[in-house]
């Protein structure tokens, strides 16, 4: 009995450490704006993981190439939506809002979802999922107006908390696409042709718009990017979800809004008002509340 109890304590701590690194993403995104342009530290990202990944999986891509050959076309919408499309608009709205404004957005992945699959799925959500969504988005409203919708006009940060808001979407539309399809692929092998496909994606953007220098105030961002959040988070999230279960695990991910503030608050000096308390509350029961089944 004792020992089961550590085995779920321990298995308690693999969604932490992901959500926490995910939340650090989001802060260090915040913190290299001066430093790097969106673009290039987009490509830099997928280029490091791409990087460290080839010797281990290359060999792994040829021997399932049979097996992967005919999910190509599918792995490379994947890639558009999960890595370039969410990713990018992320490290863009991080020139106009904050990183607390972005931990609290990305918080709402789990309700854009329901709205994608009615679309994607035709699954229609149960009365908790219409509830909880009002809810929640009450909540975003709250943390964007900061209690009046007057700074919708006034506030620059409008522009990034948008971006933001249609990136969680493209990263919505990635989750409902990997459950319609299912692809029998290893899971490592799926994420790195996705990542090889984002690597070559980039390739438009940044003989347009230039690639910044790796220097000393973005080199370890851009190092950071590449390994922890593009492989360590994910290799940890999916063993939580396998020693806790998807539904259980997914709850964690509530943390990311007050991870990031805490972050942002003692390291960019981000200020923390009443309307982020009293928004990330009512927009955290609420996706909790749409998550919820008949």
């Not at 999910?71 to 608009?89: D, I, K, N, S, T």
């Not at 009002?134 to 940060?157: D, E, H, W, Y």
């Amino acid at each position: 009995m004792v020992s089961g109890n550590k085995n779920i304590h321990i298995a308690i701590i693999l969604p932490l450490i992901a959500v926490f690194i995910w939340s650090l993403n989001i802060a260090i995104t915040r913190y290299v704006t001066e430093f790097i342009s969106p673009a290039s530290i987009s490509f830099y990202r997928w280029f490091v993981a791409f990087i460290v990944l080839t010797p281990f999986l290359l060999p792994r891509v040829w021997k399932h190439r049979n097996l992967v050959k005919p999910h190509l076309g599918q792995l490379a919408v994947l890639a558009a939506f999960g890595m370039v499309l969410y990713q990018g608009l992320s490290y863009s709205a991080a020139h106009y809002t904050s990183a607390t404004n972005m931990g609290i957005i990305n918080a709402f992945i789990p309700v854009f979802t329901i709205f994608v699959s009615i679309f994607i799925l035709k699954e229609w959500p149960n009365r908790f999922a219409v509830l909880g969504s009002i809810i929640s988005f009450s909540g975003l409203l709250l943390v964007i107006t900061q209690g009046s919708f007057l700074n919708l006009l006034q506030s620059a940060n409008f522009i990034g908390d948008g971006l933001m808001i249609i990136a969680v979407f493209f990263y919505a539309f990635y989750g409902v696409f990997l459950r319609k399809w299912q692809l029998q692929i290893p899971l490592f092998v799926s994420l790195y042709i996705q990542i090889s496909f984002a690597v070559l994606y980039h390739i438009p953007f940044i003989l347009w718009l230039g690639l910044d220098p790796i220097t000393a105030e973005n080199g370890w961002s851009v190092l950071y990017a590449g390994i922890f959040p593009s492989l360590i988070a994910p290799l940890v999230w999916m063993l939580a979800i396998q020693n806790l279960g998807p539904n259980r695990t997914s709850i964690f991910m509530n943390l990311t809004p007050i991870f990031t503030a805490i972050l942002a608050y003692f390291w960019l000096g981000e200020y923390w008002t009443i309307f982020h308390t009293l928004g990330t509350i009512i927009a955290i029961i609420g996706v909790m509340l749409a998550q919820k089944k008949n």
